[in-house]
């Protein structure tokens, strides 16, 4: 995972062997190197070099420990600042009060949301000891419905779905069901679409308009790069997302989009998913994460 990004991150490291102390001019060859390592792992250029600029700061600014030389300052630095960029608390996801905690879960088909759904309910319900109910709104790929059914039964989660209402009808009545039947989390996993459109968009914003999701989670495939970014600004162009699922970590992602989705949705991510399995779902520790980046 990461090569790239990892490969020449620390790469960027080594032009401080030897040398004691970071200065405004020896930084100079790290910094770059540590942009085109960003840029290299699809990271937009404002993001890379603002980023570039902070650990500059951050790295030239820093009382120098006792034993420490460049090479393990200039580490620190770019350690302390992807935290900075990725979290830096760790978010969890928001519970409601009263009732039940509403969770709308939006993405591009593929990207692993019916899946992640699945995942969730396991995780909150073996975690957090809750009753969570799925519904199966992504009326748009006929086999969602179904494949949301067959991972509910597998993991002993009820599954709500109705025929020949919309899907804002839907998760509105998945809702009051949950609430009848006295589950205390609603999943909605909501359609996704091969591509960004208006009419998926429009639904989307309906769904949380009538449902009022406590939390509104966009899940992206770690793997599609730049279009990993491009559904993101999408979605929160339209949604008010208030965390974000990365999918497919456990492949040969370029890490660009972990970097910067919190940068692009203002949505923290709070899950990792790390196999097609429903226990592959870990969650988001940024301190951890940067140092999986790092190697
Ligand atoms: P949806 O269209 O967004 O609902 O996507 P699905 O949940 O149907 O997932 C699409 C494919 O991605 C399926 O084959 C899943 O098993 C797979 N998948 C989902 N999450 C992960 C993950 O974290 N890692 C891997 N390797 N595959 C995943």
Redesign the pocket.
Known sequence: MFETLTERLTGSFGFFKGKKELTETNIEEGLKAVRQALLEADVHFKLAKEFAERVKDRALGEKRLQGVDASDQFVHAVHAELVELMGPEDATLEMAKVGPTIILMA?L????????CAKLAKHLRERHGKRPMLVAA?VK?PA?VE?LRVLGKAIGIPVFHEEGVTPPVVCERGVAAAKAQGCDVVILDTA?RLHIDDALMDEVAEIARVTSPHNQVL?VDAMTGQDAIESAKAFHARLTLTGVIL?????DARGGAAVSLKEITGAPILFL????KVD?LDPFIADRMAGRILG
Do not use: N
């Open positions: 993405g088909q593929g990207a692993g949301k019916t899946t992640t992504d790929r969602a494949q996704g899940v999918t497919k970590m456990d492949g998913g790390a196999g097609e592959d």
